[in-house]
C-alpha cells in the first residue's frame, strides 16, 4: 500500500493539472464553438470531435511514439522524444479539455437566452453579458459535470502505464513483477482508485450543498 500511495500522489498530480488546463482549452473552445465567426467554430468542432471521437488510449500512444517518429523522419535524424510526464499532462490535457469544452457548451446554453437579452438592452455588450451574467451561472451549473470528468480522467490515467508512467496501476505491475502476486497487486490498486474517487464524489457534493445554501 505505501507503494501504491506514491502512484497516487502521481495520479492526482497529473489529474489535477491536466483538468486545471484542460478548463482553460474548454472554456475557449465552449465560446469558439457558440461564436458567430465561423472559422472559430470550425475549429473548436474539429478539436472537439476529433479528441472525444478517439480512445485516450490511442492518442497516448500516437503522441508519445507517432510524433517523436514522425519529427525523426522529417529530421533525418533519430533521437527526438517526449518524456512520459510531457506526454501524461499534455494528452491528458488535450483530452479533457474536449469534453470540458462540451460541459460549459451545454451549461452556457442552459441559461435562458432573455437574460442576455436583457444584458444587452441595459446596454451591455455580449462580452460583458457574458461575463457577468451568463457564465457565473454556467459555471455554477457545471460542478457536478466537471467533478465526473475529474473522476473519469483519474480512472484512465492507468492507461499511461502502457508508456511507464508510474500510476497506480504501474506501480502494482511493478510490484507483480517482482512479488509475482497479482491477486494482493490489483486488489489494492482496485481500493486505491475507489478511496480516491469515493472521496472526491464525497468532497464536491459537499461543496455543492454548501454553494446552493450560501446562493438562497
Avoid at 495520479?11 to 465552449?30: D, H, P, Y
Avoid at 453579458?129 to 459535470?145: D, E, G, H
Wanted: charged residues 15%; proline residues 4%; hydrophobic residues 50%.
Amino acid at each position: 500500500m505505501p507503494r501504491l500511495w506514491d502512484g497516487a500522489a502521481i495520479t492526482i498530480k497529473i489529474t489535477a493539472i491536466a483538468v486545471c488546463v484542460g478548463m482553460v482549452i474548454g472554456m475557449v473552445m465552449a465560446l469558439s464553438k457558440l461564436s458567430k465567426i465561423w472559422p472559430l467554430r470550425i475549429i473548436s468542432n474539429v478539436y472537439i470531435e476529433c479528441l472525444r471521437g478517439t480512445p485516450l488510449y490511442v492518442q497516448i500512444l500516437l503522441f508519445h511514439f507517432g510524433v517523436p517518429g514522425l519529427m525523426n523522419s522529417l529530421d533525418g535524424v533519430s533521437g527526438f522524444h517526449f518524456s512520459v510526464m510531457t506526454t501524461a499532462i499534455v494528452v491528458c490535457s488535450l483530452n479533457s479539455g474536449a469534453y470540458i469544452a462540451e460541459i460549459f457548451r451545454s451549461g452556457i446554453q442552459s441559461i435562458d437566452r432573455g437574460q442576455m437579452e436583457a444584458a444587452r438592452s441595459l446596454g451591455m455588450s455580449h462580452t460583458k453579458a457574458m461575463r457577468y451574467i451568463i457564465l457565473p451561472q454556467a459555471v455554477k451549473r457545471v460542478i457536478p459535470p466537471l467533478c465526473n470528468e475529474f473522476i473519469v480522467l483519474l480512472k484512465d490515467t492507468s492507461l499511461l502505464a502502457v508508456i511507464g508512467v508510474t500510476e497506480i496501476l504501474k506501480t502494482g505491475q511493478i510490484y507483480i513483477a517482482t512479488t509475482y502476486a497479482p491477486f494482493p497487486a490489483y486488489i489494492g490498486v482496485a481500493s486505491v482508485y475507489l478511496i480516491l474517487t469515493f472521496t472526491i464524489s464525497r468532497v464536491v457534493n459537499y461543496i455543492e450543498v454548501k454553494w446552493n445554501m450560501s446562493s438562497k
